[in-house]
């Protein structure tokens, strides 16, 4: 619903049908033999104008049922209100932060639809508006204890397009997905985290994620080695989730102790894994090439007095202050030698 007398530009990369409901709907549109030079609405009406705006993929088959602009605004509130009901609760003080991250939330989420094959919070509805391949496994988090369901679904989403190489996709859409770069192998991380927020996941959930994680794992030793060193590189900043970090102002691939301390985690997580699935021998296989990880990262990367990046293959060290490697693998080092203080 909107003021009368209104005129609103018409940008969009998909297609669009307008209905008016009540008031008028006049279209601008000069037509410059290949494209219209612009496309302007104009809603008039008495006070308001109420209409639909139906977006679609690919064919138009025509106008669905409406429900009332009053109706659908009643819907979508009591859906809100549903979700905050179950967000988790916060001192007074930060009531009105709690209702707002639950807003963002709740708006994010989108229904299954072509390459989302399961329900999918996106990381905006603004510019953002895809989800990346270490983004979700936050999102998974964030939702563990409020919605453990939701919650798997977002952790497991990209393994939905694993491909047989065990690489995932950089980012999905619903009509998109990418593998032209990729994200860190934080999943078995993740998964050790949920496992802590919820006992709702399943052993056959389990069962099901053990061999694709396991391929994502084998998938950075594989295709991510150049110099065939053992330690896993970085061909691009986009692949760290620190785009534009210093680390790699001076060429790729950089071989990064983050990454490392990320998959000696992750082998960690399967060796655990393995344990519950009553798989022993698999189980000391991921220890005991964790173990060695852990080595050769503390052989590779400290320096006597901290943790540097080196180019792969070379004996080059980026110059810079990154918290890549100054912070990441102190905290994910940390974790593991926690997990095996347990």
């Given at each position: 619903m909107a003021s009368a007398g209104r005129s609103s530009p018409i940008r969009a990369s998909s297609s669009s049908a307008w209905r008016s409901l009540s008031g008028q709907l006049t279209v601008d549109a000069p037509w410059l033999g290949a494209k219209s030079a612009h496309i302007v609405l104009t809603l008039a009406g008495?006070?308001?104008?109420?209409?639909?705006?139906?977006?679609?993929?690919?064919?138009w088959e025509g106008h669905p049922p409406y429900r009332p602009f009053a109706a659908a605004v009643a819907?979508?509130?009591?859906?809100?209100?549903?979700?905050?009901?179950?967000?988790?609760?916060?001192?007074?003080?930060?009531?009105?932060?709690r209702q707002l991250a639950a807003y963002i939330n709740w708006s994010c989420v989108v229904a299954p639809r072509g390459h989302h094959q399961r329900p999918a919070m996106l990381?905006?509805?603004?510019?953002?508006?895809?989800?990346?391949?270490?983004?979700?496994c936050f999102n998974a988090l964030a939702l563990a204890r409020q919605d453990p369901a939701l919650a798997w679904d977002q952790f497991v989403l990209f393994f939905d397009h694993q491909e047989p190489s065990g690489a995932i996709p950089d980012h999905l859409t619903d009509s998109t997905r990418s593998f032209r770069f990729y994200k860190p192998p934080i999943h078995g991380w993740a998964l050790r985290e949920l496992l802590k927020r919820t006992d709702a996941i399943?052993?056959?959930?389990?069962?099901?994620?053990?061999?694709?994680?396991?391929?994502?794992?084998?998938?950075?030793?594989?295709?991510?080695?150049?110099?065939?060193?053992?330690?896993?590189?970085?061909?691009?900043?986009n692949e760290s989730g620190w785009d534009n970090g210093t680390v790699f102002s001076?060429?790729?691939?950089?071989?990064?102790?983050?990454?490392?301390?990320y998959l000696v985690i992750q082998m960690d997580a399967l060796a655990e894994l393995a344990t519950r699935l009553g798989k022993p021998?698999?189980?000391?296989?991921w220890r005991e090439r964790a173990d060695r990880l852990?080595?050769?990262?503390?052989?590779?990367f400290w320096n006597g007095d901290q943790f540097v990046a080196q180019r792969s293959g070379s004996p080059?060290?980026?110059?810079g202050d990154s918290a890549l490697v100054l912070c990441l693998c102190c905290w994910a080092t940390g974790s593991k030698k926690q997990s095996r203080a347990r």
């Open positions: 008495p006070a308001t104008w109420e209409g639909v705006i139906q977006v679609y993929p690919s064919v819907a979508a509130d009591q859906s809100y209100q549903a979700w905050l009901a179950q967000s988790l609760p916060v001192p007074a003080a930060w009531a009105e932060a990381m905006s509805k603004n510019w953002m508006n895809k989800v990346w391949s270490w983004d979700h399943t052993p056959h959930q389990l069962a099901a994620v053990y061999a694709p994680l396991a391929r994502w794992t084998e998938w950075w030793f594989r295709y991510r080695d150049d110099d065939g060193d053992g330690v896993p590189q970085y061909n691009h900043g001076e060429g790729v691939p950089v071989e990064s102790p983050d990454l490392s301390a021998a698999e189980a000391a296989h852990l080595a050769l990262l503390m052989a590779h080059i060290v980026p110059a």
